[in-house]
Structures are given as structure tokens and as C-alpha cells.
């Protein structure tokens, strides 16, 4: 069950003090990291934006927002920290987004962990499967909310960001360590992000994780736009021999019996993000460190739980991890 909770701040509201607008941290200052810490300040909350990014200076800063498809460029007011200076101020963390990349997020948490209390609430945005229960293990029962999102947001530099596209971020808590869904509104960011809470949050992180899994490694090694999975027959039909491989663990999945479609799915959205340059293949245009470890690398770990034979994704992992 999805409920419905458009929660776009009405600003009558918030003048008449309707809506409340805590305290927000933001770990990571990535694309996804800033956006939300924009939109949370937008909204009125203080926000500090926890980076790793030492050679930025530390106090009130501005993240530069802008809309693909608006000129306008906005200075957001945020209090930017990393994590030692944020312990060096001692200050308690109430509400949190997770925004790293996958293979960061429990460290990431961790070095912040003496800044949180049993009340801490943590929205967890990162991609992939497999680090969740880290995190879950790090915080008091119930406190760990995972993000499924379909919202873009790039990075032009640091500390400047483009919403690229308007999506929907699904809010929920993994397999039933459920409080009820009903305490969810207690931690709902008052953000100007479409968002709906989930109560089969596992689904949809499944979901994400095999599309991301389909289009993010062929994109990078293809060095293509996602859409040029679509338009090119030779990119479309290994999408299509990939996605036969990636529906091999449907049955070990919540998706199973939901008649979850891969390919389908992967070129439903690598038609709706067509221009756009795939996460991994920015990282590995630029040398970075990939995704892998929690996406494509979590499936070679299941392959074996599972005997499941996937050699296209072996290959791929072991095309991508080479450098090539
Ligand atoms: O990781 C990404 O870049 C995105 O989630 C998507 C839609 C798979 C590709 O742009």
C-alpha cells in the first residue's frame, strides 16, 4: 500500500506556524545531498549539510539551486560542517537524510553516531542493497527510514545543484521492523519533494536496485546516454540480454509472483531520463570510485547464495572494476 502525502509546503501555512520545520541534517553533499538540504531550507528548516570535503570552508554557507527549465539561481542559506567539526560543536542530530554514495553510508553514519540519540530519525536515500541492516544496526529500533527516489539532481560543482527532474520518493520502514507506517509523519520532512509513504518499501528498493543494476553499467561502459539504450539496437538487445539475467533473482526477491517486468521497466526509464548521464557512467568518466560493491557486485553475492548463473553481469563487474 502506497499513501499519498504531497506535503508541498503552502506558505500560509507555515507563516501561520502550521507546519513544523525542525532542525535538518543532510549527510553527504552530493547531488542528492544538496537537493535536499535546498528544498528542507526552502521549506524553512535550519539545515546543516555534513560534508566530507575538507578543503570546503566550514560555517554559514549558500548552496546554489537551480530548475532545468528555470534561469533562476538561488542562494540557499545552510550551515556546512564535516563530521569532526559537527562533534567539535556537539551538536545533537534530530533528523537526518543519508545522502552518500552506497559504499560510504554506514562510516558515513558512524562518524556521527555520538551526535545521535535514541530519538534520532534517519531517511536513508542511498542506492543498492546489502548495507541496511549496518545502519539499522547503528540506530534504536525503528529509526531508519529508507528513501526509494526518483528524483534527478546533478551537481555542477560543489555546493551548486540542478534539479534535473521531478520525481516521487517513496517513504518506508524494511521488512516490517515497522512501527507502524503511522508514525511516519513524525519524521515527514516539510519539503517541497514530492513524496509518498510505503509500506512495502522493499519492493520498491528492489525495484530501483535491478533497474539501476540494468541501465548504470551498460551506460558506463557504452559510454552512452541512458536513452541510447533505447535507440541503439546493439545497446537495446545486451540491455535486453542483461535484464533476462537480472530477472533470474526475482523469485528470491520481494518482487516475486508481482509480475515485475525488468526490461520493460529499464526502458520505461531509460526512456524518461533519455538525456541524462547515468550516475556510474559520471563516475567513471571521471575515475571515481563506482557503485558497484551494492548494486551489480550485491548480485554476484546473491548468484552464489542462490546458484544463479549471470555471466553478462560478472563480466560487466569485472569490465568496470578493471577501469575499462
Ligand atoms: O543512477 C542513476 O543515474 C539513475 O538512478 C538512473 C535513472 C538509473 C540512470 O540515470
Redesign the pocket.
Known sequence: MVTDNNLNLNKSEESAGKVSTPEWHVLGAGAVGCLWASKLALAGAAVTLITRDTSLATGKQNIQFRTTGDDAVIDVPVSLQTSQSLSRLNQAIGHLVLATKSYDAVTALASVKQLCSTDTQVICLA?GLGFHQQLEDLLSPGRLTVGVT?D?AALDKALSVTHTGHGTTLLGYRQNHLPPIDSLPSIQPAVDLQWQTSNDIESAMWQ?FL??CA??PL?AIFNCD?GELCSNSQYRDTLRLLCVELAAFLPFSPLANKNFDVFQQAIK??EA?AA???????DHQLGRRLELEHLNGYLLTLAKEHAIDCPLNRDLCSQLQAGN
Open positions: 542506492n526518483t534527478g530501483k533497474v539501476n541501465i548504470n551506460t541512458n526509464v531509460a531520463t541524462n548521464i547515468s550516475s556510474m557512467r559520471r
